[in-house]
């Protein structure tokens, strides 16, 4: 079968990457929403296992998963700067025009008014939406939260005025990325028929040839096309 | 003539001589007997031995000659001497005075029957009647010399000069009172004692035939007759009442019963020199009374007028209170005087033993709890066995308050009464009378819940016992102890108030809780923090104040000091917005405007994804069919 033909998607690197910045995401959205929403049964839960203080050690680990989280961030911008596959990354992930016609035939695909699906590459306007929304999040959330956890030294600067609203920005960034992580990002990697139940190139790194031929029969393409002249 | 002269000289001088004789006949006969004893007998040194002893048998001539037997020769009494014999009297003849003075015969029926004249009267000396009546009780105690009787001297009797002859009657008709005279003949003098003591319970008893009964003397003394209260319980009442014996059993009337009063405070104060209550204060002291008779003065019916005699106060105070109220509408179990104080073992708070005021708790829970007294109204009593006052008491500090230190120990009025030490508005005072929450007091005082209580008379705002609670008082220790912690507690109290959609309607009270418990310090009392904000520190505890007034803690010019507190950055910040946001659209424009973008972006974005995902989802399954 084709499908046992493996395509490389993540680098051990990336997938360390990858997963720096999922486990810390889990953890700023779990410890974040826990301080949200103290009555929840799942923070009382926790609250009851940990003890006594546990909501000092929500903070901490908080902090401690964002500051993983920067760092893993600040990491990812050398990566995509000096090294080759990481520049390659980012200019893959680049909009370009192709995206919105990519857009337009998806959404003819999907509300049925055409039959073909878009001929996406190796990153989709999905994908590419995502990753910027990361970057972008990364840094409000990173900037909002900076404010609020040095708040002494801020306090004098931006005064209460500034704290609420770093506070309330902080909050639906939070919402917005949480939301955006569960219905977009999760729809994609498990319930996505064409890779359920789970895409799992986020730790085995390689895609199938079958979930190629779906999902990125363009990259698909060049990859034959290398290998065809690579073979002459 | 000479012859003559010679004879009619001798005539003359026999005639003086005759009629000298017969002048002076008796007086020169006695004269010569008299003095020729009183040759001897006016030797102050001159004795005799009678049988074996030395009696001295000087007569004091000056005395005698003074005397009332004076015109009497010494042999008209001294019969049969002979003055050439030593002695004079070898017959031992007795002097008979009787056989001048018949009426002194009432003596053999007397008690001095056996005695002889010479006991009492001094025949050289014998002085008229009068005299000797003057002196009769000196001449008594010649001979009465033991104890009970000398301690006359001392009585007030001896003091107002009565007389031995005032009881035991003058002279010949001395006698022996006994004890069924003793009323009768104290009562000569002690008219009205008499009657009372004819009324009272001793002397009932003593009609029933009852030998132990006391009568005047038992309690006063025989001679030493004693007036002080004192002296008489502790010698007269007790003496006998104090008797297992006499008084056997642990009943009331038991000796066991009276001797609770030897640990009571009546025993064992003094008050301005003054002794405490004795056994007549209460029960009378000729009229000692029976406890079951409805006119005495132990009784229920009596017992405020018998305590009010010394504790007029307090009485009044218990007039007024519930409990007297109670009892004047005729209720048989509101409690008297003795009901909490004891009857004996009279107790009092002043002495923290017996009557502590951790046993006070006891005694004003023994009718007050289970809604006995009050239906509905008693369930939370209990709780004051919770509170903080109870446990400090436990602990040993005596300061701390029991029922009465709130409650008034006697006034006891109903919270609804406006002079009551409950009623609302005065429960400030009371929690904060002196030795008490005095700063606490203080701060409340001008705080914006005192001055809404008091000159707005808006019951709504809360005094000490809203929030620390009435019986089951709490401190800020141990307030929100259940919830995790002390912030929290905090909250929910204010709450009460502050986020009552009723209250917060009806006083026009900021509705800041909402707004508070979605802010972080909100989240994190929320969350469990010990550490975060709660409304007390911000805006103080007692001295809670509106931001306008200068005094307040979230004044304009004091916030910086009170948010640096906790974060030092803000010490010299004017801080520029609202703290509890109510309208942002004014209080914080921006604010408002970037939640407004991010609703619609959050609305927008995740919307457009949930559809997209659907869509996918629906088309990509029916590929997926079609191509199988």
Not at chain 2, 309 to 328: N, R, V
């Amino acid at each position: 079968m084709a499908s046992e033909e493996k395509y490389l998607r993540m680098t051990l690197n990336e997938r360390i990457q990858h997963f720096l910045l999922l486990s810390t995401f889990m953890t700023l959205v779990f410890t974040g929403f826990a301080l949200k929403y103290p009555e929840a049964f799942w923070v009382k839960w926790t609250m009851f296992f940990i003890g006594k203080n546990a909501f000092e050690l929500r903070g901490v680990v908080h902090r401690v998963a964002a500051v993983l989280m920067t760092g893993a961030s600040v990491y990812h911008l050398f990566y995509i700067i000096f090294t080759r596959r990481g520049r390659k990354l980012v200019a893959d992930l680049w909009f370009y025009k192709k995206d919105l016609t990519d857009l337009f035939q998806s959404i003819g695909y999907i509300t049925g008014k055409k039959d073909e699906r878009p001929k996406l590459g190796r990153f989709s306007y999905i994908e590419k939406a995502e990753y910027w929304a990361v970057v972008w999040g990364t840094f409000v959330m990173g900037a909002t939260g900076s404010l609020l956890w040095f708040q002494n030294y801020f306090l004098p600067i931006i005064n209460v005025y500034g704290m609420d609203i770093a506070t309330a920005v902080h909050w639906y960034e939070a919402i917005l990325a949480s939301l955006a992580i569960l219905v977009w990002h999760f729809y994609f990697i498990f319930m996505n028929p064409d890779v359920a139940p789970m895409n799992k190139a986020w730790f085995t790194g390689y895609l199938t040839r079958h979930q190629m031929e779906n999902e990125h029969p363009l990259e698909l393409e060049e990859i034959e096309a290398r290998q065809h002249k690579e073979k002459l | 003539m000479l012859k003559s002269k010679i004879a009619a000289l001798i005539l003359l001088f026999v005639f003086v001589l005759v009629t000298g004789v017969v002048v002076f006949k008796f007086n020169l006969i006695r004269a010569r007997g008299s003095d020729e004893c009183f040759a001897c007998h006016e030797d102050k040194t001159l004795a005799m031995d009678v049988n074996g002893k030395k009696k001295s048998i000087f007569v004091d001539p000056v005395l005698f000659k003074n005397s009332t037997h004076s015109a009497f020769d010494c042999k008209d009494c001294h019969e049969g001497y002979n003055p050439d014999e030593f002695p004079h009297n070898p017959k031992k003849v007795k002097i008979n005075c009787r056989g001048c003075h018949e009426k002194a015969k009432s003596l053999e029926n007397g008690v001095h029957k056996n005695n002889d004249c010479a006991d009492c009267h001094n025949p050289h000396n014998q002085k008229p009647a009068k005299e000797m009546k003057a002196n009769q009780t000196a001449t008594c105690l010649k001979c009465h010399t033991n104890r009970n009787v000398t301690d006359y001297n001392t009585s007030i009797h001896a003091k107002k000069n009565v007389g031995c002859d005032g009881c035991h009657k003058s002279g010949h008709d001395a006698k022996k009172i006994t004890k069924g005279e003793v009323v009768q003949v104290c009562g000569n003098c002690h008219g009205s004692h008499q009657k009372d003591f004819n009324n009272s319970i001793h002397q009932t008893v003593m009609k029933g035939g009852n030998k132990n009964t006391p009568t005047c003397i038992d309690c006063h003394g025989s001679h030493k007759i004693v007036g002080n209260k004192m002296s008489i319980e502790s010698i007269a009442c007790l003496k006998c009442h104090l008797d297992e014996k006499l008084f056997p059993g642990d009943q009331k009337g038991s000796a066991k019963f009276v001797a609770k009063y030897k640990t009571s405070i009546h025993s064992s104060i003094q008050i301005d020199g003054k002794q405490a209550a004795g056994c007549v204060d209460c029960h009378g002291n000729h009229m000692i009374e029976s406890t079951n008779d409805p006119t005495k003065s132990t009784v229920r019916a009596r017992m405020m007028e018998t305590c009010g005699k010394c504790h007029t106060k307090e009485i009044d105070h218990y007039y007024k209170s519930s409990h007297g109220q109670a009892y004047k509408n005729g209720d048989n179990n509101a409690p008297t005087c003795f009901q909490c104080h004891g009857e004996h073992g009279i107790n009092s708070v002043l002495r923290s033993d017996d009557f502590s005021k951790i046993n006070q708790t006891e005694m004003c829970l023994s009718c007050h709890q289970d809604n006995r007294v009050n239906k509905n109204k008693e369930t939370h009593l209990n709780d004051y066995k919770k509170s903080f006052h109870y446990i400090a008491l436990q602990n040993g500090n005596t300061k701390a308050a029991t029922c009465s230190n709130c409650h008034g120990p006697h006034e006891m009025k109903p919270a609804s009464d406006p002079e009551s030490q409950i009623y609302k508005k005065n429960v400030d005072g009371t929690c904060g009378q002196i030795g008490c929450h005095e700063q606490e007091k203080k701060d409340y005082s001008g705080s914006i819940h005192h001055t809404t209580l008091m000159s707005k008379e808006n019951s709504d705002s809360p005094t000490c016992n809203s929030c620390h609670g009435a019986h089951q008082v709490v401190n800020t220790d141990s307030l929100g102890k259940d919830q995790g912690s002390k912030q929290k507690g905090i909250v929910k109290l204010c709450s009460n108030c502050h986020a009552s959609v009723e209250l917060v309607r009806n006083n026009n009270l900021p509705n800041v809780a909402s707004n508070y418990n979605e802010s972080f310090h909100g989240l994190a009392v929320r969350g469990g923090s010990n550490k975060a904000a709660s409304c007390g520190s911000c805006h103080g505890n007692h001295n809670i104040r509106p931001s306008t007034d200068s005094l307040s803690t979230i004044n304009k010019k004091n916030l910086g000091q009170t948010c640096g507190k906790c974060h030092p950055g803000a010490d010299n910040v004017f801080l520029n917005t609202k703290m509890h946001i109510l309208k942002a659209e004014t209080d914080n424009p921006m604010l408002f405007w970037i939640t407004r973008f991010y609703i619609l972006m959050i609305i927008g974005v995740i919307g457009g994804m949930v559809l997209h995902n659907i869509l996918d989802y629906r088309r990509k399954l029916k590929e997926k069919k079609a191509g199988q």
